[in-house]
Each structure stands twice: as structure tokens, then as C-alpha cells.
């Protein structure tokens, strides 16, 4: 098993505000499909309810501790339990929210983070930001210019746990 995360957050290592995303960036959305597609997806609840439907072509897994309920995903509600019951040679990927991000960062080899070159200072809720830094080295660092279709510049950063 391959535990990764993957995320999106601006310089100061916001991810959301009212468990949406801060900003519409169609670079990211494409990579964040093309990274995760065939693989086995991880999010608590709240972040499921953002999305609103199970993610096609991966299998969905919900970290919650409510009786929460839905088709086409797995419930789980711990990560013990999540690592007792999951059998499987595929990448997992942690997906958010914050409170998922932290329980997981000490346990994952690698984090994608598209780095967005802006601030959202009313953002609510945050990245473990310190944690990536002091844990994990940056080894790969693919940046791109705004465009017609993406209002901020952005990197697509790879880091891996020292």
C-alpha cells in the first residue's frame, strides 16, 4: 500500500472557507483528477458532502465517527480500523479535509500540492503547512503562469518524507 495525500492551498496554507474551495483553478481540478484516477480516494465526511457524490473511477472511502451513510462509498471510523480493513496494492490518496490532513501527514510518504501564488485571508480552514516543511523535502517543483482559464499563477509540488 502507497499512502499519499494530495492538496491544494495558498501561500499561507489555506485549503477552504465554509468547506468549499477558495478559488476555481481547471489546471488543478485536471490534475487532481489525473492523479487520483484508478486509485482509492480517503476524505472525512465534510469533505464528501462538499463534493456531493462519490468521485467516478476511484474508490471512496469517508472517515467520519457519525452513522453517516451513502451509495458508493466505503464508511469507516478510524483510522485504525481503516488500516485493520484495507487490503490493497493501489495508491491511496488523502483528499482533505484539514482535520483528515492532520490525522494522516505523519503516516504518508509523499504529498501533491498544488501551491497557489495567492492569500485568502477570510479562509477557515487550514493545510498543516509546518508539518509538510519540517517533515518532508520538496523534489519536485512544476510552475505555471496564469492564464484565460486559471486566474492565478500556480505550482504542481511533489514532497517526500525525510
Not at 43 to 71: D, H, Q, Y
Request: hydrophobic share 40%.
Amino acid at each position: 500500500m502507497s499512502l499519499e495525500m494530495i492538496v491544494a492551498t495558498d501561500r499561507n496554507g489555506a485549503i477552504g472557507k465554509g468547506n468549499q474551495l477558495l478559488w476555481h483553478l481547471p489546471a488543478d481540478l485536471k490534475y487532481f483528477k489525473n492523479t487520483t484516477f484508478g486509485h482509492m480516494v480517503l476524505m472525512g465526511r465534510k469533505t464528501f458532502e462538499s463534493i456531493g457524490k462519490p468521485l467516478p473511477g476511484r474508490e471512496n472511502v469517508v472517515l467520519t465517527r457519525s452513522g453517516f451513510k451513502a451509495e458508493g462509498i466505503t464508511v469507516i471510523q478510524d483510522v485504525d480500523a481503516f488500516f485493520a480493513q484495507t487490503k490493497t496494492e493501489k495508491k491511496i490518496f488523502i483528499i482533505g479535509g484539514a482535520e483528515v490532513y492532520k490525522l494522516f501527514i505523519h503516516r504518508v510518504q509523499f504529498v501533491h500540492q498544488t501551491w497557489v501564488d495567492a492569500v485568502f485571508p477570510d479562509a477557515d480552514t487550514f493545510f498543516p503547512i509546518m508539518e509538510l516543511k519540517n517533515n518532508f523535502i520538496l523534489i519536485r517543483n512544476l510552475c505555471q503562469p496564469k492564464d484565460d482559464k486559471n486566474p492565478y499563477d500556480y505550482c504542481f509540488r511533489l514532497w517526500q518524507k525525510k
